[in-house]
C-alpha cells in the first residue's frame, strides 16, 4: 500500500477518535485545529504552521478560506502535527460546519480535527440540569439577572423585556430601587394613604348602566315601590307652579310654617328657616289677616 494512503487512514483513525469539538454558533472568540501528517513518514508533520491554510464551508455552501492565515502549532514535542486557527464570528455562523485544510509543504496532508462540526445555539454551556432532569436558571445579582438566594425570587435593578404572569409579594414592594418613586416619564404622584390623592377624578360615562342597575334593584327592594312607580310620579309633577320650580315652591312653604317673622306693625316679614333670606312679605290689617302679599323671594 502506497505510503499516502497509509498516512492518510492513519489520519483519518485519528480525527474518528477524538471527541466532538464543541462551537458556539455565531460567536467569536473560537479556535479550529487541524491535524497535520507527512506521508512520506506516516508521522505527524511538526513546524509547518506558516505553510498550512484552514478553510471552512458553512452548511454545505461555498469553501473558503479563514480569514487567519497564519496557524499556530500547539506543541511540537507533545502534540506534534496539530495546529490552531483562529475562527472569526461569521466563521461560525452555520449549523453545519465542514473544515478542511492544505499545506504548500509538498507529501503534507491536512485534515480539520474534526472535520465536521454541528454547531451548539450560543450559551448553551451556561445552561445546567439537576439530578432530576429539571433546567436549573443560573442566578447572580447583577443587571438583568434573578437573585435566588435564601428560596427568594430577587429582581436586579434592570429586567428588560421581562414580563411576569404573576409576581407574589411578601413584605414591603419598592419600585425603582428606594420606596415609592415614580418611574421615569411618569406624570402622577403617589396616590397615598387610603388613597388620599385621588382627587378630581373625571366621570366615565360607562358608569352610567352600572348605577343605574344598582338604583333599581335597592329602589325595587325596598318595598316603597318600584322604579317604574317611582318614575311615573316623577312624571305627573308639573315643572313649575305660578313660575317657581319645585324647589323653590319647597323653600316658601318651610319658611311659612317655621321661618321667624319681623314683625313691622302692618308689613310683617317672613324669614327662611336658618334667618338668613327674606321669603315673604305682606301687609296684614288690625287684625293681623294678611290683605297684600308685596313680594315673594324664592332661592334660585
Known amino acids: 500500500m502506497k505510503p499516502y494512503i497509509l498516512s492518510l487512514l492513519a489520519a483519518l483513525a485519528l480525527l474518528a477518535a477524538a471527541p466532538a469539538h464543541a462551537i458556539e454558533r455565531n460567536v467569536s472568540g473560537q479556535k479550529l485545529t487541524v491535524f497535520a501528517i507527512d506521508s ?3 508521522l505527524p508533520k511538526t513546524g509547518d504552521h506558516a505553510n498550512i491554510t484552514a478553510y471552512v464551508s458553512i452548511d454545505d455552501g461555498t469553501v473558503t478560506a479563514l480569514t487567519d492565515t497564519t496557524a499556530s502549532e500547539v506543541s511540537s514535542t507533545n502534540a506534534p502535527g496539530y495546529y490552531v486557527f483562529d475562527l472569526t464570528q461569521a466563521e461560525t455562523n452555520g449549523k453545519k460546519l465542514l473544515f478542511s485544510g492544505k499545506s504548500s509543504t509538498s507529501g503534507v496532508v491536512v485534515l480539520g480535527s474534526p472535520p465536521t462540526v454541528y454547531t451548539h445555539p450560543p450559551n448553551v454551556s451556561l445552561l445546567a440540569i439537576d439530578s432530576n432532569g429539571r433546567g436549573q436558571v443560573q442566578s447572580g445579582t447583577s443587571a438583568g439577572q434573578i437573585d435566588l438566594t435564601s428560596g427568594a425570587v430577587k429582581l436586579q435593578a434592570t429586567q428588560p423585556g421581562t414580563t411576569f404572569a404573576t409576581l407574589t409579594v411578601t413584605g414591603a414592594f419598592s419600585i425603582n ?19 388620599a390623592s385621588l382627587t378630581d377624578l373625571p366621570w366615565n360615562s360607562a358608569w352610567n348602566t352600572e348605577v343605574q342597575d344598582a338604583a333599581k ?7 316603597e315601590g318600584t322604579w317604574e312607580e317611582l318614575a311615573l310620579k316623577i312624571d305627573h309633577i308639573p315643572a313649575t307652579i305660578d313660575g317657581y320650580n319645585l324647589q323653590q315652591c319647597l323653600a316658601l312653604i318651610l319658611a311659612n310654617a317655621a321661618g321667624d317673622i319681623e314683625d313691622s306693625d302692618t308689613t310683617p316679614t317672613i324669614l327662611s328657616v336658618d334667618g338668613t333670606h327674606a321669603r315673604l312679605t305682606a301687609t296684614v290689617d288690625g287684625d293681623g289677616n294678611r290683605t297684600v302679599t308685596r313680594s315673594v323671594t324664592a332661592p334660585e
Open 217 to 223: 334593584e335597592a329602589l325595587d327592594s325596598s318595598g
Open 177 to 195: 430601587g428606594t420606596g415609592h418613586v415614580a418611574q421615569t416619564g411618569d406624570t402622577f404622584a403617589r396616590i397615598g394613604a387610603n388613597g
Open 40 to 42: 512520506a513518514t506516516n
